[in-house]
């Protein structure tokens, strides 16, 4: 489960944060995850349960996710394109020569303080 590491991460870089804003609690943290960012959400959510509990400054605190949509582009029509629903294979000329433009995020969008 690379999820208890990815919150490992997460808090360490909220640590960080606080120390430089001079921040003392944590009460909600906003994470945008792609689709296909290879991280599975309620293990996620399961890892920062467990792990902020012994965080004086994010005990309490609540993890949000929001979702975005994974977009693969065609190198030879140009065609962008839900990835999940076509996967590699352009959905209009049926190419395979394409590239994954987005939903591979993890990143942290928003800290409220308390």
């Known amino acids: 489960m690379h999820e208890l590491s990815i919150v490992k991460n997460i808090c360490s870089t909220l640590e960080d944060f606080a120390v430089e804003n001079e921040l003392t609690k944590i ?3 906003t994470v945008i995850m792609g689709e296909v960012c290879g991280v599975v959400p309620h293990y996620l ?3 920062w349960d467990w792990f902020t509990k012994n965080s ?3 005990a309490g605190s609540k993890l949000e996710l929001e979702f975005k949509k994974a977009h693969t582009r065609c190198n030879c029509c140009g065609e962008v ?3 999940i629903k076509y996967a ?3 959905p209009k000329c049926h190419s395979e020569d394409t ?4 939903g591979l995020e993890l990143e942290i969008k928003e800290v409220e303080a308390m």
Do not use: Q
Not at 99 to 102: C, T
């Open 27 to 29: 009460g909600r943290v």
């Open 45 to 47: 959510t399961d890892a």
């Open 56 to 58: 004086e400054l994010l």
């Open 88 to 90: 590699k294979v352009c």
């Open 99 to 102: 590239v994954l433009i987005d």
């Open 81 to 83: 394109y839900e990835t």
